[in-house]
């Protein structure tokens, strides 16, 4: 936290606007819109709700087929299943790690050979890095299929010097606990389009019709997020830049460190790019670091007490997805193989950094 979050929770309290209703949730959307550039925004429960809503208004429904990128966490597939739609897996480039532009297209061509058009693209920030956006835009409109930028990583990251939150059609933000600003747990749809926003605050609050009494002539969700958290998310948004250069000093930290040891390599900003660095990331090649493998760093760590992550699992190979269609190179399997996610809080001194960075000098000089 900032300082302020606690001042707007207070000021909740204090008017007894605590939910479902109330002034921070327009405050907070209004902020949203201004610093990403986007025309309308809705704030929610969660960044899967707003996933969710965005393939609802979309019209994506049973048997219709998605496009997902794999390698990702697993909020930004589930809603594609929750519509009784059909997920298809795209790789990763080995530049942001994030969706290849010329598998997308080859499994879009494949697709409408075949009679199955998607409906939806859904493309990733990985850690904040910004995906190759022209790339992938420019295939949606090629082929008019809707596309949705799953920025639930990535808030204050980049690309082409315009913010994230602003590319495709619409696009997702997160505030749960772990990611660069949190409202103790939410997330964002924006878009251009008015009618869509409108209609995703509608079904985010029960599809209430206009009447005095409760009438309801669609299924809706509870999906609303509540003035209190949106008081967290205003205050948040006054130190969401600070995070961000506190995420890019870690970044830039470890790579100092660690930057000329055989075997590691970072994921670094190329071309358009301005990452969040939301968290460092390293994949560690065994055939140069002496045998040493990311497990071996993962847990020397643990032995100091010390808290990495192996990177995120893709879609394609979690148990729970086996049967889906995958357009793979490799490279994510490759990722989740070899790669760790470094210790990336806003808050890690220069003393923690050394730490971790002694740990992994000690295992490959
Ligand atoms: C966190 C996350 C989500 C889901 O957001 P929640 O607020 O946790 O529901 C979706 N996609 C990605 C890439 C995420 O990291």
């Known amino acids: ?62 048997n219709d087929t998605v496009i997902c990128q794999s390698f990702t966490f697993c909020g930004s597939a589930n809603p594609v299943i929750y519509e009784g739609a059909i997920p298809v897996f795209i790789d990763s480039e080995p530049d942001t790690w994030n969706m290849d532009p010329e598998l997308l297209e080859r499994a879009i061509r494949d697709l409408i ?17 910004p995906a190759r956006v022209n790339e992938i835009v420019d295939i949606s409109r090629k082929y008019e299929i809707a596309v949705i930028e799953d920025a639930a990583e990535a808030l204050g990251a980049k690309y082409g010097g315009q913010p994230v939150g ?38 985010s609050t029960q599809a209430r019709d206009d009447a005095p009494h409760y009438e309801h002539s669609q299924i809706g969700y509870n999906y609303r997020m509540s003035n209190v958290a949106a008081g967290i998310g205003l205050g948040q948004m006054e130190v969401l830049d600070e995070w961000v250069m506190k995420r890019r000093r870690n970044h830039d930290y470890y790579r100092h460190a660690l930057g000329d040891v055989e075997g590691i390599e970072f994921l670094v900003e190329s071309g358009e790019a301005f990452s969040n660095h939301w968290l460092t990331c390293i994949q560690v090649d065994p055939s140069r670091t002496g045998g ?8 020397a760590l643990e032995n100091e007490n010390i808290e990495s992550r192996p990177l995120w699992k893709p879609m394609h190979m979690q148990p729970v997805f086996r049967n889906v269609t995958f357009y793979g190179n490799g490279i994510s399997e490759k990722l989740f193989r070899n790669g760790l996610c470094l210790p990336s809080g806003s808050n890690l001194s220069d003393h923690d950094l050394d730490r971790v960075i002694k740990v992994i000098k000690a295992l490959i000089p």
């Not at 602003?166 to 251009?192: C, E, Q, V």
């Open 1 to 62: 936290m900032g300082g302020s979050e606690i001042e707007y929770v207070k000021e909740a309290f204090d008017t007894n606007w605590i939910a479902p209703a109330g002034p921070f949730l327009k405050r907070f959307e209004q902020r949203l819109c201004e610093y990403t550039g986007r025309a309308h925004s809705v704030v929610l429960s969660s960044g899967t709700a707003a996933l969710h809503l965005a393939l609802k208004i979309l019209g994506v429904g049973w």
């Open 113 to 129: 050979e075949k009679g199955e058009k998607p409906k939806a693209i859904i493309y990733v920030h990985l850690y904040g890095m």
């Open 166 to 203: 602003r590319f495709g059609d619409m696009s997702i933000l997160s505030f749960n606990g772990n990611k660069i600003i949190t409202t103790s747990g939410g997330g964002a749809l924006l878009s251009d389009h008015e009618e869509w926003i409108h209609r995703a605050r509608f079904l």
């Open 292 to 299: 040493i493998t990311r497990e071996n760093i993962r847990i």
